[in-house]
């Protein structure tokens, strides 16, 4: 099973960025897709965005389409997600997580990391 942790979060203003890595050991990044979710406080887990096996596809949720984008580089054992024009409403603990499919549903993901929080301030 692969180990996965992210990092990059942080607290920012409205309307600014951050870059959210997940760095990944213990397999070889290229089997599996990467997804991105977040879990805003009260709420349920969240899907972002997610990018296949070899990057060239990628999907991201509506509510951050054209503000997120996800990518990777397998030499690197790392995914990254870079966080543009931030609201409030994306403030949540961000997961990244791996899967042997495509998939919007967190269920289909097997291996988590630990979260990293971001909190965006109006």
């Known amino acids: 099973q692969v180990q996965l942790v992210e990092s990059g979060g942080g607290l920012v203003q409205a309307g600014g960025s951050l870059r959210l890595s997940c760095v990944a050991s213990g397999r070889t990044l290229s089997s599996y897709v990467m997804g991105w979710f977040r879990q805003a406080p009260g709420k349920e887990r969240e899907f972002v965005a997610w990018?296949?096996?070899?990057?060239?596809?990628?999907k991201s949720a509506q509510s951050v389409k054209g503000r997120f984008t996800i990518s990777r580089d397998n030499a690197l054992n790392t995914v990254w997600l870079h966080l543009n024009s931030l609201k409030p409403e994306d403030t949540a603990v961000y997961y990244c997580?791996?899967?042997?499919?495509?998939?919007?549903?967190?269920?289909?993901?097997?291996?988590w990391g630990q979260g990293t929080q971001v909190t965006v301030s109006s």
């Open positions: 997580a791996a899967g042997s499919k495509v998939s919007d549903s967190g269920g289909d993901y097997g291996s």
């Open positions: 990018i296949s096996g070899s990057g060239f596809v990628v």
